[in-house]
Each structure stands twice: as structure tokens, then as C-alpha cells.
């Protein structure tokens, strides 16, 4: 465990600010805190491997804020310019929709534990099937596709919002025909 930084929180993020921000070398903030400079590129710049990282991170996040801020305020010029009415329909509406967003990631996440549970469920019947003839134990089978398909939809919903939060459009499920004939087939009943 190294040695007690001389240096308050407050002091550290100082001199990174001064550094980053106002471009002021580690050698001067060294010199001007009275601390070691290699400690002061160690605490700023932790990676040597990638040296600008951390400052590249911040920048990121510092152009984000400004686009964010430059669509807030735009945002506000549009709704001051409506009637009070008006502002208040709009406000009521953003939070009906942030609190449907808020409700279906939870749907989501629910699903996705139901489509587990299922899985597994659907595992253990698949492991009583009589791989040499499955028809002798069509029973467990059928349990087996029953589970598997309720899986498959429950996992619809989280797979969707996955693939929409990482920007992709999501695969168009299979119609209801096209999984009961899978469903026949797998069963060896030609149909249903």
C-alpha cells in the first residue's frame, strides 16, 4: 500500500481540471502543488499504454453535454412558445412515456427470467426423451416443444429491446403457422 497523498480530493480534481481544461502542464501543477510529478501522471493518467484515454473519454463527454445542452435549449425555446395549456399536455405526455419505457424494461427483464425458467424446464423433460425412439416417450416430447415454445416467446420481447438498444432492427419473428408446423414435424404428426 503506497503513501497518504499529501493532497485533498478537492486539490486532485483541481489540478486534472487545470490540466485538462485549461491545457496547464503536470510539470507546473507538479511544482505548484509541491508534489512529485510522477504522481500527478500516475493519479491523471493511470494507463501508460494509452496515455490519452482518460482525457479523451472526458472531451467525449464534454461534446456530448454541449450537443445536449444546444437540444435542451432549443427544446425549451419550442415549448415556452406554446400556451401553458399546451406545455402541460406535452409534460404529461413525456411522462406517460417515460414511465412506459420504464415498465416494459421491466416486462423485459421478467420475460427474460420466465424464458430462463422455461428453458430449463423445457431441458430437463428434453433429458427423459428416449434418443434411440422418442415416440416411446412422446409425453415427455411434447412437454419438451410445449416449454421450449413458451421459452421462445417469453425471450421475444428482451431479444427486441436488446437488439433496439444496440441500434440493430430486430428479426421479425415467426408467424404462429410456421412454429405449429416446426411443432408437427417435431412431433412426427404430419400437421397437428
Avoid: Y
Wanted: aromatic share 2%; hydrophobic share 40%; glycine share 6%.
Amino acid at each position: 500500500m503506497g503513501r497518504k497523498s499529501s493532497l485533498t480530493d478537492d486539490q486532485w480534481v483541481e489540478i486534472e481540471r487545470r490540466h485538462l481544461v485549461d491545457g496547464i502542464s503536470i510539470n507546473a501543477l507538479a511544482q505548484e502543488f509541491g508534489v512529485n510529478e510522477s504522481s500527478l501522471r500516475r493519479r491523471i493518467k493511470p494507463n501508460k499504454a494509452e496515455p490519452k484515454k482518460a482525457a479523451k473519454s472526458l472531451q467525449a463527454l464534454a461534446e456530448m453535454k454541449v450537443e445536449v445542452d444546444a437540444k435542451a435549449k432549443h427544446f425549451a425555446e419550442q415549448l415556452g412558445a406554446l400556451p401553458f395549456a399546451k406545455q402541460q399536455i406535452v409534460s404529461d405526455l413525456a411522462r406517460k412515456l417515460t414511465n412506459t419505457s420504464e415498465h416494459m424494461a421491466s416486462a423485459a427483464e421478467i420475460s427474460a427470467a420466465s424464458s430462463h425458467r422455461l428453458s430449463r424446464m423445457a431441458n430437463q423433460q428434453l433429458e427423459l426423451v428416449d434418443e434411440v425412439d422418442p415416440m416411446k416417450t412422446r409425453a415427455q416430447l411434447e412437454s419438451f416443444a410445449a416449454l421450449q415454445k413458451l421459452a421462445n416467446i417469453s425471450g421475444e420481447m428482451p431479444g427486441r429491446l436488446a437488439a433496439l438498444s444496440r441500434g440493430q432492427p430486430p428479426e421479425a419473428p415467426p408467424s404462429q403457422e410456421e412454429v405449429d408446423q416446426e411443432l408437427a414435424l417435431l412431433l412426427g404428426s404430419g400437421g397437428g
